[in-house]
């Protein structure tokens, strides 16, 4: 029979193994924020390289979380975003390398000026030191922020869950040996995974050694971080993604963005969730999108002028607007006009990414000007918010957030600044 003070004993034990791994990444940070350009972009192309030579290992160790996800019954959307097969782990590899050729973040002069005493001031972009990120069966999240944390000068610390815990472990591994036989300390990638929960504590209280946290998830996820963490949070947020379907949308734009935004990969955060569609155009292109969208495999949640419209449509109800499906589901709702839809969308939106479907210049430019989101966007697809095809070959998270950094975040938003000062012996008068 385990005794309480047994089980105090086994959780101070976990929690004290999880703070070792972090401090073992806190004191590689400092050998990591001096590689040179080339030493950083040497080792990213020998973990894309490793990556790819353990295919095999990486796919066997997916397929013992995919097959614990289903006894789980995780949700579609979910199951998805664990799956990996050797195209997706080419992918994988891919990323790598293109992150490995972007410039180096770090040492970047973004001011400077000279003092009328003489004192020659520089503030350059250096490095966070730590970076931790806890995240949700996303096995391309251990990657890519493995990826960036390294070309940007940071070490990092990864807590990506039960879901993914055999194929996170099997990447982290394959990096850390990447790393190790290009003599740079592997210290600078851990995972605590293996704490469960406490190592997620752990990392949530490691101030002092954890510089930034960067939650990626579901909104509860988001929201126990950002509630509980003593470390500075960068808070990425749900997708209650929006487009709004203007009364001058051309037909044949409106039917091949939504169904793009919808069903190429519902999964993700950046899949619309939410059409808006103004009035005067309802009877124009309700239909046709709305087919577009069946044949896609989507069903539709519809107001009541929706599904007078759309045979098969199911009621919306109140909280489908607020909600983030992750599935091949759509709400849709008819809009008296353009001021309504801005006014539905400051109600319900989470601040991700907006678009407007429209021929009228000034339509566009005010929804682009007025819509409070990260990214907004007029006659293109809600899929274009991802740090791959903004150019920043791969991403830490999409921030929703307003300080620090806003959208996709690359490699500048893993770095911060600090002043040089270099004088020849003035003092203050």
Request: net charge negative; charged share 25%; glycine share 8%.
């Amino acid at each position: 029979m385990t005794t309480p003070t047994a089980t105090v004993a086994v959780a101070d034990s976990v929690a004290t193994g999880a703070r070792e791994r972090i401090e073992r990444a806190h004191d590689a940070a400092r050998g990591i924020g001096l590689l040179s350009d080339i030493d950083k972009t040497d080792a990213l192309n020998a973990v894309a390289a490793a990556i790819e030579a353990a295919t095999e290992e990486i796919v066997s160790a997916n397929a013992v979380d995919l097959e614990r996800a289903a006894r789980d019954e995780l949700s579609t959307g979910l199951l998805d975003r664990l799956r990996l097969d050797a195209d997706r782990v080419g992918a994988l590899a891919s990323a790598v390398r293109d992150v490995a050729a972007l410039p180096d973040p770090v040492g970047r002069i973004l001011d400077e000026r000279v003092l009328a005493n003489g004192v020659r001031l520089q503030k350059v972009s250096v490095p966070f030191g730590v970076v931790g990120s806890i995240y949700e069966a996303r096995p391309n999240v251990t990657v890519d922020i493995a990826a960036l944390a390294l070309r940007s000068g940071n070490a990092v610390v990864l807590r990506g869950g039960t879901a993914a815990q055999s194929t996170n472990a099997a990447l982290v591994r394959v990096m850390r040996s990447a790393l190790a036989e290009r003599g740079i300390d592997p210290e600078a990638v851990q995972t605590v995974d293996d704490f469960g929960r406490a190592g997620a504590q752990a990392l949530m209280q490691a101030r002092g050694l954890v510089d930034v946290l960067v939650p990626r998830g579901s909104a509860q996820l988001i929201e126990t971080v950002v509630t509980q963490s003593a470390v500075p949070v960068i808070e990425t947020g749900a997708g209650v993604v929006h487009i709004v379907l203007d009364s001058s949308a051309p037909k044949e734009w409106a039917e091949r963005i939504v169904v793009n935004a919808k069903a190429q990969r519902p999964s993700v955060c950046n899949a619309v969730e939410t059409v808006l569609v103004v009035r005067d155009a309802a009877e124009r292109l309700i239909p046709p999108v709305a087919a577009a969208l069946i044949d896609a495999g989507v069903t539709i949640h519809g107001d009541e002028t929706v599904r007078s419209l759309v045979a098969g449509a199911v009621e919306a109800t109140e909280a489908d607007w607020s909600t983030e499906h992750m599935s091949l589901d759509l709400s849709m709702r008819v809009v008296d006009d353009l001021d309504a839809a801005l006014a539905h969308i400051r109600r319900y939106s989470t601040h991700h990414t907006e678009s407007i479907v429209t021929s009228d210049d000034a339509h566009a430019e005010r929804f682009l000007a007025e819509v409070d989101s990260a990214v907004v966007m007029a006659n293109a697809s809600t899929r274009f918010t991802d740090g791959g095809e903004f150019g920043f070959g791969a991403e830490v998270g999409i921030s929703t957030q307003k300080l620090h950094a806003r959208g996709p975040m690359g490699l500048p938003e893993l770095t911060s600044t600090k002043w040089l000062a270099r004088g020849s012996g003035q003092i203050r008068s």
